[in-house]
T-cell receptor
């Protein structure tokens, strides 16, 4: 079954803290795992992405950790800022060359408080 | 480069009508995918077009259809609208159809309200 489970549904973090969002998948054919950030009234914007042959990828304050054997991956936002308050979606793409269908997690509403 | 553009941004229709949404991908991108976003179902894949051919299709009724033109622009059509079709419809473009680190870039969406 092509599902991506995301947790938590909502998250409140203090400014400067670390935000952690977790995702788990079932289909081992997924080959690409992007994270998107969405602000109200806007379309999702690509944040960072990883392939399953890499265990960690870091871009600025954002890091993806990937555990292929456990079929889990997570997003860490270091030094969280109020401007990071948004909804975050993990996603997974099917077989390489098999098209661009993304299966999304249910989203995490992040609020960063001062 | 200009991003993905979608028109119109907002649309109000009544049940039974049909609607056409338009998407212009990022220049050079040949793949266009459509997604429906609702509070209850989240982000769901509708279909993907690549080089004017439907590449993938999600689990939506036949009332949802699309097409792609030779310049990669895409349209999505929903016939016989139902109240449950009220949603944000998102278009995403990508250079190719799912190779390597090709990433999909989303437009701002069209907010469809069915009364």
């Amino acid at each position: 079954q092509q599902q991506v489970k995301q947790s938590p549904q909502s998250l409140i973090v203090q400014k400067g803290g670390i935000s952690i969002i977790n995702c788990a998948y079932e289909n081992t054919a997924f080959d690409y795992f992007p994270w998107y950030q969405q602000f109200p009234g806007k379309g999702p914007a690509l944040l960072i992405a990883i392939r399953p042959d890499v265990s960690e990828k870091k871009e600025g304050r954002f890091t993806i950790s990937f555990n292929k054997s456990a079929k889990q991956f997570s997003l860490h936002i270091m030094d969280s800022q109020p401007g990071d308050s948004a909804t975050y979606f993990c996603a997974a793409r099917g077989l390489t060359g098999g098209g661009n269908k993304l299966t999304f997690g249910t989203g995490t509403q992040l609020k960063v408080e001062l | 480069k200009a991003g993905v553009t979608q028109t119109p941004r907002y649309l109000i229709k009544t049940r039974g009508q049909q609607v056409t949404l338009s998407c212009s991908p990022i220049s050079g991108h040949r793949s266009v995918s459509w997604y429906q976003q609702t509070p209850g179902q989240g982000l769901q894949f509708l279909f993907e077009y690549f080089s004017e051919t439907q590449r993938n299709k999600g689990n939506f009724p036949g009332r949802f259809s699309g097409r792609q033109f030779s310049n990669s622009r895409s349209e999505m059509n929903v016939s016989t609208l139902e109240l449950g079709d009220s949603a944000l419809y998102l278009c995403a473009s990508s250079p190719t159809t799912g190779f390597g680190t090709d990433t999909q870039y989303f437009g701002p969406g069209t907010r469809l309200t069915v009364l």
